[in-house]
Structures are given as C-alpha cells and as structure tokens.
C-alpha cells in the first residue's frame, strides 16, 4: 500500500444482528468516510427461509458455512414444521459442524434439491448485493478487503467451545501483539475465516472481537489509557461479550462470555477479577457461561489496568457500571470495522495508521 496513492479498504464486521460496513478511503477522514449498517447475513438469510416455511414449500441450502444464529433456528423451525430441507455439506456445516447431528435433525445432507424447493445460499458476505447498492449511489467498491467474523471453529472430537478457547489463548502465547490478529490464512480449525478467505482471494480476516480490541484505540480517552497506564476494553456483542486487557499493542488478558446470559454484576464481577489478574479458564468455567478466560503471566509486572471502555451494540446493560463509552471516531456501531482498516494498514505497511489511529504502533 504505498502511502502517495489512494488507499481504499472495504471493511466488513459480521454481527450476530448486523453487518457494520466501512468504505475507508485515504484522501477523507474517517469520519466523512461512508458507512452502512445493515442487518447480518443471518439474519436476512433467516427472514428468507421463514418466507418458504410460510409458503409450505422445501428448501435447499448451499454456498459455504456461515454463523448461524437466528439462520439456524429458521432452518430448525422448517423441519419442526414438517417441511424437507437439503443441503450441500458445506452449508450444512453451518447448522453444526457435527454432520451427523445435522442429519438426525432430518437434513438430507447431498441429496439433489427437491422439486419446488427455494434455493438458499449461505454465505456470511454477499459481496454481490453490496456492489448493487453502492453502485446505485456511484460508489466503487474497494479491491481491498477485511472481514471479521465470529468463528467458534471446528476439530473432530473436540467441542466449538473448546477450539474457540483454545484460539483464544493463542492471541496471548503468540505474545499478544494486535497486528498477528490479522489473517490472510485462517488459523488451524477456523473453518469460518477459511470459508471468507476462499470465497474473497485476497483478503483479510480477523476475529470480531480482535477487531473491536484495535477499533476502540480510535477512542481518544481509550488511546491515551492505552498507552500509559493500559485500559479493559469491554465490548458487549449481541451474541458475545469479550473484554480485554491492553497495553499499547499488546493483549495480556481476555475473557468471552455469552451475552445472553450476562448482567451488569456479571460483567463488574468478570472485569473485576480481570484487574485483578485472578481470573483463568478453571474458575470461569465454574461460575460462567461462555468460552472461558486467560491472563497472560507478564500482567503481573503491568497491572493493574485501572481505565476501563465499554462499547458494542448491547453497551447499555453495563450503563450502570459507569465505564467510559468508547466511540472510536464518533461512530460506535463502526468500531470493528475500524479495527480492521488498522490492522490491515498495519500488517500491509500504510502509513495512513498514524492518522486513522490515535497510538502510536510499536509496542
């Protein structure tokens, strides 16, 4: 990315609820920069297979495994009602990665679609209604790609949660450093970013919470906590709640824990015991409900990390917490996104970091 040309990334954070979309481009702001929010592929994918459950009429799902979520439950609510679905076996992964399972819900896993059946396919980007409606209003879509997705991932024998966790304690034994979050090969098990990185050559992946950790540094008050005396990031997602501890560029301490089951005194309690540096995957396992927790053991010799930001689209149960409110460029609903136009520029050798971002970055 040479620094005297226009640089511009087209930067996807796929929610459980909504799809935050930046255009970042050089030669603007990051504040004039256009924007959408729309509802997430799962959820559009959803309303279409309702639409054929109200119409009594089969499906056929095909495309690529994609989050499930409200999708999941449409495709479980069709068989419930007595409707046939089939589906190719990579779009059945997105119902479970246990094929097996999938097929004793009563999905005919490679069968030919059956006649009448409304074809479906999975995919947690559609890059091809995006260009419509950009086009509509004379905006090029971007070469450059990031997308960041949720991927509890996949490895025989071994449950989503475990895989999950188990990636999430590599962000720390690799030493913690923001910019390795960024992928262009998905890590090992991570058949979610495999599936985006086959389907878009050449673009980027990251972790929706990674994402959200780099994206929050546009926050002024998070950026100079940040860089003394190290901040708790909190960022609570419709799905999942993921709260870190950063210093600079660095990750020293996590925990993921489901949002559907979390209060304010739960996120105090789990923050807390972060600052604290006594929380780990044993004793998270025991209260909590989620994918567990880790500190890295150089915490010690920077904590505590007194300043804590909250931000995400389900900020509001913390509200009573009295945490500051990140809004990483005046926009908090685009602070994924953000996050992945910094990790690519950092991992790709842009310059324009050093404007978009608000730390220096080196460790």
Do not use: W
Request: glycine fraction near 12%.
């Amino acid at each position: 990315m040479p620094t005297d040309e226009l640089v511009r990334i087209l930067a996807i954070d796929v929610g459980a609820g909504t799809q935050d979309i930046l255009i970042y481009e050089s030669s603007r702001t990051p504040e004039n920069c256009f924007k959408l929010v729309l509802p997430s592929q799962t959820q559009i994918i959803a309303s279409r297979i309702r639409e054929a459950t109200r119409h009594r009429l089969p499906l056929h799902l095909h495309g690529r495994v994609m989050g499930g979520g409200a999708s999941s439950e449409a495709i479980a609510d069709h068989l419930e009602a007595g409707f046939q679905v089939t589906a190719t076996a990579d779009a059945a992964a997105t119902i479970h990665n246990d094929l097996e399972r999938v097929r004793t819900m009563g999905v005919a896993i490679g069968a030919d679609p059956i006649s009448g059946s409304v074809h479906i396919r999975l995919g947690d980007v559609d890059c091809q209604a995006l260009a419509g409606a950009l086009d509509s209003f004379g905006v090029a879509m971007p070469e450059t790609m990031g997308i960041a997705v949720q991927d509890h991932g996949y490895r025989p024998g071994s449950g989503n949660n475990t895989v999950r966790f188990d990636y999430l304690q590599s962000l720390l034994d690799d030493g913690g450093d923001l910019a390795s979050m960024v992928f262009r090969q998905a890590p090992a098990g991570m058949n979610r970013m495999s599936a985006v990185l086959d389907e878009f050559p050449g673009a980027s992946v990251m972790d929706t919470g990674a994402a959200a950790v780099l994206g929050s540094l546009g926050d002024p008050a998070v950026a100079s906590a940040a860089q003394t005396d190290g901040a708790i990031l909190v960022n609570v997602g419709n799905m999942h709640t993921f709260a870190t501890l950063i210093k600079r560029r660095r990750l020293y301490g996590l925990f993921e824990h489901h949002t559907g089951g979390i209060t304010s005194q739960i996120i105090h309690t789990l923050v807390s015991r972060l600052q604290r540096g006594d929380l780990d995957a044993e004793s998270f396992a025991a209260g909590f409900d989620g994918h567990g927790a880790a500190i890295h053991p150089a915490y010690r010799n920077e904590g505590p990390f007194q300043f804590v930001a909250v931000t995400g689209p389900n900020r509001a149960i913390a509200s009573p917490l009295g945490y500051h409110q990140a809004a990483p460029h005046g926009d908090m609903m685009l602070t994924g996104s953000f996050g992945l136009v910094e990790g690519l520029l950092m991992t790709r050798g842009g310059k324009e970091l050093q404007r978009l971002s608000l730390i220096p970055g080196s460790n």
